[in-house]
T-cell receptor, first 116, second 113 residues
Framework: KAGVTQTPRYLIKTRGQQVTLSCSPI?????VSWYQQTPGQGLQFLFE???????NKGNFPGRFSGRQFSNSRSEMNVSTLELGDSALYLC???????????????FGPGTRLTVT | GENVEQHPSTLSVQEGDSAVIKCTYS??????FPWYKQELGKRPQLIID?????GEKKDQRIAVTLNKTAKHFSLHITETQPEDSAVYFC????????????FGTGTRLTVIP
């Protein structure tokens, strides 16, 4: 099976702009989670989507949003970009998501966002 | 919310020696504890995980132990090799059925040939 893919891989934006990142999960995986990775804060959970619904949300401002489509592909959007939003944005897909135990998350290669 | 602490932040070992990385968590409801390896410029890769109903799990040179009472878990790598050099992250999942992980701050492991 093909792994998790993310596009674009690199992005440079200026403050105040908005950005949309895309994630395609492993075929058959229905849950997609998003994480922000920075040298200072490490890996932080943004949100999780399952069956087109946001199921969990981390402690990030409302400028960070996401959605999931019927084919499980997910996008995240950051509006009014700030310098501190520069980070590696990772998505991860999970084979199951409805009840039961938590399952293994498989990460994509990430999108490196630089805000100038 | 869940808080995961990880130690040490850096670890250097001689090739062939063992390496141990320790993590503690705060939420007693956490029930899933994966470990990820991240090489420079690459994605985190799941190397082993353990669930709260198991005390120990082993996969070749890698093992993880979990002490639910003390709320800590550890990664053990035996017979280390240079290709084990990477940053290792522990994580905890605080909700059954949820896929949100809380990560430790990472351990940079260097294996000296």
């Amino acid at each position: 099976k093909a792994g998790v893919t993310q596009t674009p891989r690199y992005l440079i934006k200026t403050r105040g702009q908005q950005v949309t990142l895309s994630c395609s999960p492993i075929s058959g995986h229905r849950s997609v989670s998003w994480y922000q990775q920075t040298p200072g804060q490490g890996l932080q959970f943004l949100f999780e989507y399952f069956s087109e619904t946001q199921r969990n949300k981390g402690n990030f401002p409302g400028r960070f949003s996401g959605r999931q489509f019927s084919n499980s592909r997910s996008e995240m959007n950051v509006s009014t970009l700030e310098l501190g939003d520069s980070a590696l944005y990772l998505c991860a897909s999970t084979p199951r998501g409805a009840g039961g135990s938590s399952y293994e998350q498989y990460f994509g290669p990430g999108t490196r966002l630089t805000v100038t | 919310g869940e808080n995961v602490e990880q130690h040490p932040s850096t670890l250097s070992v001689q090739e062939g020696d063992s390496a141990v990385i320790k993590c503690t968590y705060s939420d007693s409801a956490s029930n899933y504890f994966p470990w990820y390896k991240q090489e420079l410029g690459k994605r985190p890769q799941l190397i082993i995980d353990i669930r709260s109903n198991v005390g120990e799990k082993k996969d070749q040179r890698i093992a993880v132990t979990l002490n639910k009472t003390a709320k800590h878990f550890s990664l053990h790598i035996t017979e280390t090799q240079p290709e084990d050099s990477a940053v290792y992250f522990c994580a905890a999942s605080p909700q059954t059925g949820a896929n949100n992980l809380f990560f430790g701050t990472g351990t940079r492991l260097t294996v000296i040939p």
